[in-house]
């Protein structure tokens, strides 16, 4: 249900901007996130959006990493700015089933019920 695009190669100091297309109405989701795994690494939480707009962060991703959703065209977004060689990873969108309030057990993949395939990242140095 949940398309992941707009992974690529970027230099580091670059921009990305990543989208997860929902075949569902995204409206139907109440908390949508966006995680990436690294290789060899467990899959890490970057940053969740919920219906009202609120956002929570993963741990150094805030103030690099923007999320955004727009309803009207059933799509998340990740804007990634001041790219790092560390941010190499196969970023995930992910989707939880319930509703729930945006705090630390945001971060547990567990959480989400509905994940899309991944795009990768390559940031070169």
């Known amino acids: 249900q949940l398309q992941a695009s707009g992974g690529g190669l970027a230099q580091a100091g670059g921009s990305l901007k990543l989208s997860c297309a929902a075949s569902?109405?995204?409206?139907?989701?109440?908390?949508m996130g966006w995680f990436r795994q690294a290789p060899g690494q467990d899959r890490e939480f970057v940053a969740a959006i919920n219906l009202g707009g609120y956002t929570y962060y993963g741990d150094s991703m805030e103030g690099r990493f923007t999320i955004s959703r727009d309803n009207t065209k059933n799509t998340m977004y990740l804007q990634m700015d001041s790219l790092r060689p560390e941010d190499t990873a196969i970023y995930y969108c992910?989707?939880?089933?319930?509703?729930?309030?945006?705090?630390?057990?945001?971060?547990?993949?567990?959480?989400?019920?509905?994940w899309g395939q991944g795009t990768l990242v390559t940031v070169s140095s």
């Open positions: 569902a109405r995204t409206g139907s989701f109440y908390t």
């Open positions: 992910a989707a939880q089933s319930g509703r729930s309030r945006l705090d630390p057990s945001t971060a547990r993949p567990t959480k989400y019920s509905y």
